[in-house]
């Protein structure tokens, strides 16, 4: 499935799977795919899907911190095989703060495993605390700071490195209602200034829909794309968008899919509403 | 200062007290225990003089480089079996059950591979000290959080690059509990062999001293040990709370 043909593809998916062998003789989980995606250069995707589906599974055969069982992954044309590609960053929905530095380490640390001078790192770590509002806490221990702040760290860890695809894997998941909208029009912001790819999973339909240029509907397990929904936002939108009648219909739209699909995965997890 | 300080510091002053009382009036008789104000004078008069610096400084040394030897080899071979599942799985039995081994029984042996000098004593100290170390470092280890091991990837750092920026970091608040147990078992390990069979440091001067019912020398020098073992430990402990308390955990 590709989206808008004027832009370039920037990383494509064809015919990938994922199976997770059972541990100890256990029957083998079929987690993904088969999924046939293109990620367009500078757009904003967003992926929605019940429990359970494999987004984040996806998410890691992207960043190559896993390798598919069948299909190929490309990003800039060039195969991921479950390597670390250069420009590509990940931010994850778990704290990934390192707690023993302040958070001009935290930030910098991607950096000091680069060649770059010192003075290049300081520089760009300033500008990231900067973007981010976090200059008054440069200093800080990651324990000083709320969750919002602890993410933010994050996203300027990732940043830093400049990459071109950022994966967000559920990046507001702990964090709450208006906090999220709030960093969510700060994602949009560094979005359009840094005119990287982005590839979000999210379970929140309408952080989905006021984000994304297009979003990826998938199925219970094995998570396979169901549909793509193109929101036809313009690029200066912010959360203000979810007031209008257009916004309903997209996230009624994802609903409509993801029902019966959160409804499956529901009766076979064997849990109750 | 805290209610908990100034309760345990009650407790401790309070039982202090108690001894002393006890010796005074004789319920406690001085052959068997000097009162304590008499112990720490006791005490004061051997720094002052130094007639012990010399034991004190064997005592010190050798606990000293059995602690070394415990963490270094202790962290090392905690962070090679982590890193090594099936080989995990076939030790942590014997890890479970190595104290109940009384390993001051292997001093014999060791004196008659070593001879009485130094070694055996430290080879003890170090063998009490050096599992307790593993332990902890795989305990550590196995609470460092994936999404820390999975940032270390992403910035692609080697195995060993991780282990020394990502994985040891993360888990130091578990080594320093092993490195807590190596400090008091180091000073058990060489004291201990010091009191079976030995010519120096200051387990041998306390031995000799109970030998010759010198309670002038034997309480100070119990004393000594008391306040050197738990004064490392108290160190250790506040380095422990200002780490436990930059990470959020207290």
């Known amino acids: 499935m590709s989206g808008d043909a004027k832009k370039p593809v920037h990383v494509s998916l064809r015919g990938v799977t994922k199976v997770f062998r059972g541990a100890d003789g256990a029957q083998p989980v079929h987690a993904l795919g088969p999924i046939d995606l293109d990620l367009l250069r500078g757009e904003f995707f967003a992926v929605v899907g019940p429990s359970g589906c494999g987004k984040s599974t996806l998410l890691e055969v992207l960043a190559g911190l896993s390798e598919v069982t069948e299909g190929s992954v490309s990003f800039e044309g060039k195969a991921i095989h479950g390597q670390i590609m250069d420009g590509v960053g990940v931010v994850f929905q778990e704290d990934a703060c390192f707690p023993w530095m302040t958070v001009f380490d935290n930030i910098a640390f991607g950096l000091r495993q680069t060649s770059l001078e010192k003075t290049e790192i300081d520089n760009r ?49 702990a964090l709450d209602q208006q906090t999220r909208l709030l960093m969510g029009e700060e994602l949009l912001r560094l979005w359009r200034e840094t005119g990287a790819t982005i590839f979000l999973i999210t379970h929140a339909l309408d952080e989905a829909a006021m984000l994304a240029d297009r979003i990826g509907v998938m199925s219970a397990r094995p998570g396979r794309l169901l549909d793509i929904v193109e929101t036809q936002w313009g690029t200066d939108r912010d959360s203000r968008i979810v007031e209008t009648e257009e916004f309903g219909k997209v996230t009624a739209l994802l609903w409509q899919w993801l029902r019966g699909e959160s409804m499956k995965a529901i009766s076979r997890n064997g849990s109750h509403i | ?174 080594l320093l509990t092993g490195v807590k147990f190596a400090v008091a078992y180091s000073l058990i390990g060489i004291i201990g062999s010091e009191f079976v069979m030995s010519t120096n440091g200051v387990g041998f001067e306390i031995a000799f001293a109970y030998n010759n019912f010198d309670n002038s020398t034997m309480y100070p020098l119990i004393l000594l040990v008391m306040i050197i073992s738990i004064s490392i430990n108290m160190i250790l402990g506040l380095w422990e709370k200002k780490l436990l308390i930059r990470r959020g955990l207290r």
């Not at chain 1, 933010?152 to 940043?159: E, F, G, K, N, P």
């Not at chain 2, 010190?60 to 995990?88: C, D, M």
Request: aromatic share 10%; charged share 15%; hydrophobic share 55%.
């Open chain 1, 125 to 173: 770590v300033d500008r990231a605390l900067e973007m981010m509002g976090l200059l008054p806490f440069a200093k800080s221990y990651p324990a000083q700071l709320s969750g919002g702040m602890r993410q933010r760290v994050c996203i300027a860890r990732t940043l830093v490195l400049q990459p071109r695809l950022i994966l967000l894997d559920e990046p507001f998941g």
């Open chain 2, 1 to 174: 200062m805290k209610r908990t300080a100034l309760l345990r510091i009650l407790v401790i002053g309070g039982f202090i007290g108690l001894l002393e009382i006890l010796c005074r009036i004789g319920v406690i008789d001085n052959f068997t225990m000097p009162p304590p104000s008499r112990i720490a004078y006791d005490l004061w008069k051997i720094i002052v003089t130094g007639k012990f610096n010399a034991a004190i400084a064997v005592t010190l040394s050798n606990a000293g480089f059995a602690f070394i030897l415990a963490v270094s080899i202790g962290v090392a071979f905690g962070v090679f079996v982590h890193a090594l599942p099936p080989l995990r799985h076939a030790l942590d039995p014997f890890f479970a059950t190595y104290y109940a081994i009384p390993v001051l029984a292997f001093y014999p042996l060791l004196i008659i591979i070593f001879g009485l000098g130094d070694i055996p004593k430290i080879m003890i100290a170090f063998m009490l000290g050096v599992v307790a170390v593993i332990v902890n470092t795989l305990n550590g280890l196995d609470r460092v959080p994936r999404v820390l091991l999975k940032t270390a990837k992403m910035a692609r750092l080697n195995r060993i690059s991780t282990a020394i920026k990502v994985t040891l970091p993360s888990a130091t608040p578990y």
